[in-house]
């Protein structure tokens, strides 16, 4: 099959499209052409790459049709931020394309009311981003199931892997905190420290991609969640870090007010985004009807990224 991957030079798409080419599809990656592939891989010399701006060609409504023009059988699209967006593309490509896969997020719920979170769960999305997409989501989920456009929904929770520094046990991407919790340091964590967060390794997400592919019958029209197989909370993340380095975790909690006055002010905005959220979802769907199966629990997917992070001289180690 001709697969299309908008978006395919990003972290997911540095695992998915190799992954692809190796099951014999003939793969075309959509880009800016302003990113490399976070890892060099011979399949890359294989696949034909398009310079496409999005942004610039919806505007001019051209998009859709330039996607439609490759004639693809399958098009991933992993950087649909909008409702609009998704309709101008699902307009182009009704009738041709066999499936359509997006990539959502399980920020798409806001607060769950019981966990581990199921796709059934009502959506209660806060923040332009979580309810952006679960708008795409309702809208593609409406169209595969009453218009019969064979759309598939995978919603991955804080990817991470080698090349992508994680969401740290603070609940932000300050790598301070994690060389702080790697010299014996104190941190500071929100409240008690049990809300959580809920990691896949970004091989794992691309592995959902080509499961959904592969078990179209029943993917098509769906949600599944794609996240590690389970969550973490911020207390048991940091003091596993700082484990890991030989060192006891030196934890201090403090209420949100004062934890937001003792961070910068972007961390706590991006603390308490994802503690609001306390993301914990469940694979049992994407089990069940796809075959996902992750390989990385969560704690092993920040651990490569961080070892990629500490070799690449991002984080260092002192004193």
């Known amino acids: 099959m001709h697969v299309a991957v908008i978006g395919g030079t990003g972290h997911v798409g540095t695992y998915l499209v190799p992954e ?24 890359w010399r294989t696949v034909k790459h398009v310079t496409i701006d999005r942004d610039a060609d919806e505007k001019r409504a051209e998009f859709g049709p ?31 394309v066999q499936h359509f896969l997006h990539c959502g997020t399980i920020w798409i719920y806001g607060p769950s009311v019981s966990v581990p979170a199921t ?20 809208y593609l989920l409406r169209e595969a199931r009453q218009n019969g456009f064979p759309a598939t929904c995978l919603h991955p929770g804080h990817i991470v892997g080698p090349g992508w520094p994680p969401i740290n046990p603070q609940g932000n991407l300050n790598l301070e905190v994690f060389l702080q919790l790697m010299r014996g ?14 990691h896949v390794h970004a091989a794992d997400v691309a592995q959902s991609f080509i499961k959904a592919m592969l078990n179209w019958s029943t993917a098509v029209g769906e949600s599944f969640h794609v996240v590690s197989p389970a969550a973490l909370t911020l207390r048991g993340y940091a003091e596993a870090v700082a484990a890991r380095f030989g060192q006891e ?8 007010e004062e934890f937001r006055k003792l961070v910068d002010e972007r961390d706590a905005q991006a603390t308490y985004d994802h503690i609001a959220h306390s993301p914990n979802a469940s694979i049992d769907k994407a089990r069940r009807l796809i075959g996902y199966n992750p390989r990385y629990p969560s ?14 001289g991002k984080i260092v180690i002192s004193g």
């Open 20 to 43: 692809l080419v190796a099951l014999g599809h003939e793969v075309t990656v959509v880009s800016r052409g302003k990113r490399h592939p976070y890892h060099d891989h011979p399949a």
């Open 66 to 96: 330039k996607i439609r023009a490759l004639q693809a059988d399958v098009v991933i699209d992993m950087i649909c931020f909008s409702e609009d967006s998704a309709r101008h593309l699902v307009d182009a490509l009704r009738g041709q």
């Open 119 to 138: 796709e059934d769960q009502p959506r209660r999305p806060f923040g332009d981003y979580g309810i952006q997409k679960a708008a795409i989501e309702a």
């Open 185 to 198: 340091e104190e941190v500071v964590l929100p409240n008690l420290g049990m809300e959580t967060l809920h």
């Open 249 to 256: 975790a030196k934890l201090r909690y403090v209420g949100w």
């Open 299 to 312: 704690l092993q997917a920040i651990f490569e990224s961080l070892d990629w992070l500490i070799e690449q």
